[in-house]
């Protein structure tokens, strides 16, 4: 049974950083592609960023160069560095992987998500 | 970039069907996927590729996608399918993953 477990959120200063993660169970997280969605409170799905088996990345405009998505084989862990923190990077994130290997295919799997509050 | 419009929110008596648009540039080229988020909890797919359905979500619930417009239809509404919706695609010429903006569907 596939399982996405989040941790690592809290509430951050402005211009803080934290890590999250995103530990797996059930596959492995370097077979396939694997990205981070966000949802700030009362809003809808925002997609953040993905890495791919090769290693690829990619980011949404909004925290690109801030944000860096990685994972640590050995721990079948997924990680995403968010620096400089800003108000509106407030949200709950969400790690989410599909079941194909299809960039057009969906998110089957989500985990419960971490809620990040960043807030002086 | 690449933009999908669903409408903010959809109302429907129970026993009837409630369909939920999604809208998007030759949106009928994508694979469009829909999922389905109550309070407090993650999205679950519902409807991928357009129209399948994934094991466990009711036959009610069908997916269509042509020219600008995909939609999700569920039928036979129950009060369990209050939640928002949202759709999705995959933008290949950004490489970007898209959702639509959600649909609160409402049970009278």
């Known amino acids: 049974e596939v399982q996405l477990v989040e941790s690592g959120g809290g509430l951050i200063q402005p211009g803080g950083s934290l890590r999250l993660s995103c530990a797996a169970s059930g596959f492995t997280v370097s077979s396939n592609y694997m990205s981070w969605v966000r949802q700030a409170p009362g809003k809808g799905l925002e997609w953040v960023s993905v890495?791919?088996?090769?290693?690829?990345?990619y980011y949404a405009d909004s925290v690109k160069g801030r944000f860096t998505i990685s994972r640590d084989n050995s721990k079948n862990t997924l990680y995403l560095q968010m620096n400089s923190l800003r108000a509106e990077d407030t949200a709950v994130y969400y790690c989410?992987?599909?079941?194909?290997?299809?960039?057009?295919?969906?998110?089957?799997?989500w985990g419960q998500g971490t809620l990040v509050t960043v807030s002086s | 970039s690449y933009v999908l419009t669903q409408p903010p929110s959809v109302s429907v008596a129970p026993g009837k069907t409630a369909r939920i648009t999604c809208g998007g540039n030759?949106?009928?080229?994508?694979?469009v996927h829909w999922y389905q988020q109550k309070p407090g909890q993650a999205p679950v797919l519902v409807i991928y590729y357009d129209s399948d359905r994934p094991s466990g979500i009711p036959e009610r619930f069908s997916g269509s996608n042509s020219g600008n417009t995909a939609t999700l239809t569920i039928s036979r509404v129950e009060a369990g399918d209050e939640a928002d919706y949202y759709c999705?695609?995959?933008?290949?010429?950004?490489?970007?993953?898209?959702f639509g903006g959600g649909t609160k569907l409402t049970v009278l």
């Open positions: 989410a992987s599909p079941r194909s290997y299809d960039s057009s295919g969906p998110f089957d799997y």
């Open positions: 890495i791919y088996s090769g290693g690829s990345t």
């Open positions: 999705q695609v995959w933008d290949s010429s950004s490489d970007y993953w898209v």
């Open positions: 030759n949106i009928g080229s994508k694979s």
